[in-house]
């Protein structure tokens, strides 16, 4: 079992920054393709980035050049650094890691662009 926290959520001004961080409960070295997703009100929820154990990354198109995804396998933690940050990028953002089979998701934190 795997339990997820997120943080680093808030409310920033359109072309601010803001990093979110998932902690995870146990070692995440041998977790592949773990990966950060938001859901805005009213949509679907969508993947942002996502990152394998070797460090391979990749984004959606509509946040590449824009956000960066990381992770410190000591810390047994995943970030998402988010530049350039624009309204439309306002939703509640999950860490999912998938282990042993079974998808594990964070409890979300939010995130708010707005001026």
């Known amino acids: 079992q795997v339990q997820l926290v997120e943080s680093g959520g808030g409310l920033v001004q359109p072309g601010g920054s803001l990093r979110l961080s998932c902690a995870a409960s146990?070692?995440?070295?041998?977790?592949?393709?773990m990966g950060w997703y938001r859901q805005a009100p009213g949509k679907q929820r969508e993947r942002v980035a996502a990152?394998?154990?070797?460090?391979?990354?990749n984004y959606a198109d509509s946040v590449k050049g824009r956000f960066t995804i990381s992770r410190d396998n000591a810390k047994n933690t995943v970030y998402l650094q988010m530049n350039s940050l624009k309204p439309e990028d306002t939703a509640v953002y999950y860490c999912r890691a998938p282990y042993e089979g079974y998808e594990y998701w964070g409890q979300g934190t939010q995130v708010t662009v707005s001026s």
């Open positions: 990152i394998t154990s070797g460090g391979s990354t």
């Open positions: 146990r070692s995440i070295f041998s977790i592949n393709a």
